[in-house]
């Protein structure tokens, strides 16, 4: 008897310790701050642990009446003094014109995190080093749904996307449909292995895996890739993403933003509303590139005209259908720029490689 009380001691000690570590793991720091971008926009950062993939915040007047409840489940993940934090941004739109504002979060666990407007920190964005590089006044973007390097028909065509780049001399690619390790692409890293093609840089981002398979979107430049994150967006079907990278161009640095949206109009109407948020809060030099599985009619397009120019627009080739399927035959693929860029050429080429046509634009700043 005496062995078996000393056992379940020692299991009520280990059960403790074990929900002690819990604890102090799912209440690692929470943090809040401000971002002001160059065009005035504001947003508001929190970096959370990297476990928690939702939060809910209360925002307050006066700390007692109730602006907003928002629950917030797309994020990014970054590295932020070499630990990984899930960013989640919260928009200012909430709390507009008012002092006096207090934000109560709620990480997931049954503690709340108090925060106070005028005690937060401000980030400027365009914060850094000074430009120290050759001007580059203007440059070559595509996007590119490669199918999983395969054609319409099913054959494999991965050999062909790295000439078709080269043949073009773009600059900086956006590809969706892009796999990892995947059998159906003979287990191939796709973009590591037309980056070196190409002698590129790349970025990959992930959003679904499965036995050491991954499946995503991906970008190539000639440039420094200076960071990039991946952002999980909203849906029940296949999961999707948005890779946000930063890459210098001369002396310059531009926001390049890559997606693929999903098949369903409830999806698609989530998944726009981060596309806007995050275009917001990037403002100036922001290029979204990608297949949003929408026409140009459609009501998620239509709103990004709010904020972003569409490079085909006055283009002969507005009209052309970028899907090449079997059957159908639609414009779903787009490049978006910010309103301080300028287009001077936009083509979709005419090439089997994929049951998609990639798009193509001269950018200038």
Known sequence: MKKIAYILVLVSFFIMGFSFASKVFSEEEVEMKI??????HTMVKVLTPSNLQRIYIEIYHMESRLLAGVHADEYALEKVKGSEKNVFLIHSKYFENKKNITFKIFPGTSREEIFRLGDLEEIYEGDGPQDTMESVNGFKVMSFNIHHGKDK???????KIGKLIMDHRVDIVGLQEVDKYVVRSKFEDQVKKIASETSMHYAFGSNVQWMGAEYGNAILSRFPIESYQNVRLPGL???????????RVGDKSINFLVTHLGLTREEKKR???????????????TILVGDFNSRADHEGIQNLKYYL???ASGSEHYGQHTYDGIVMKTRIDYIFVSPDMKITDYQVIDTNISDHLPVMAFVEF
Request: without cysteine.
């Open 35 to 40: 971002i002001r971008g160059r065009n005035g």
């Open 153 to 159: 028909f099913g054959f494999y065509t991965l050999d």
């Open 237 to 247: 079907h296949e999961k999707r993403g948005l890779l946000i990278s930063k890459i």
């Open 271 to 285: 998944q726009f509303g981060v596309l806007h948020k995050y275009v917001e809060y990037l403002g100036e030099s």
């Open 309 to 311: 120019l569409d490079a």
